[in-house]
């Protein structure tokens, strides 16, 4: 069977960080995350990919993203799945990642302007939700929202310190949680706060 994380990290080497930024070009191959404005950032490089490979994608997958940010894990996703739901509270940050992935050539990304703390029900359920903020808690509608045999990969706890969690539902609707990674994100804003 072929090794998607293959192709994943081969495109991941190829894929320019910089034209996900706006400012601080200079710093773009840095493996830290860069501030992109409104309290928002770029997050690292490394982050991005061992996230990007936790979730398993599949060419067939239909993913939630929350917090389109740069667009930069967006593309990631989009490359390597079906369509990917991507939502975005920040509009000038909205604006500007709908145009560059558009500019991109990606067509099989769905935006939408809102507080992505509650997902996005009309298009559920997901087979892959990626969280790219902190939540104080697991959101109960991302878990709703997620398929059977469907991976969820989000942040939760404090502002300052923050766990990186797997979470898969199986078949049968049972939640496994696993701990990857100790992590800092700025926080999920909204109901989850």
Partial sequence: MHDQNEDIISYFKKLDRSFFMETHKEFAHMD???PI?????????SLVLSMTLALH??????VLEIGTGSGFQ???????????????RIEPLYDRAKERLG???FANIHFKLDDGSIGWT???????IMVTAAAGEIPSELIDQ???DGKMIIPVGTSFLQELLLIEKEDDGKIHTKVLDD???VPLKGKYE
């Fill in 103 to 105: 500019k991109a050539g």
């Fill in 32 to 34: 830290e995350p860069i």
């Fill in 122 to 128: 009309e298009h559920a359920p997901y087979d892959r």
């Fill in 146 to 148: 997620l398929a059977f």
């Fill in 74 to 88: 967006t593309a990631l996703l989009a490359a390597f799945s079906d369509a990917v739901y991507t939502i975005e």
């Fill in 57 to 62: 994608l599949q060419p067939e997958a239909k």
């Fill in 183 to 185: 992590v800092r994100f």
């Fill in 37 to 45: 404005g409104y309290e928002q950032t770029i997050s690292q490089p």
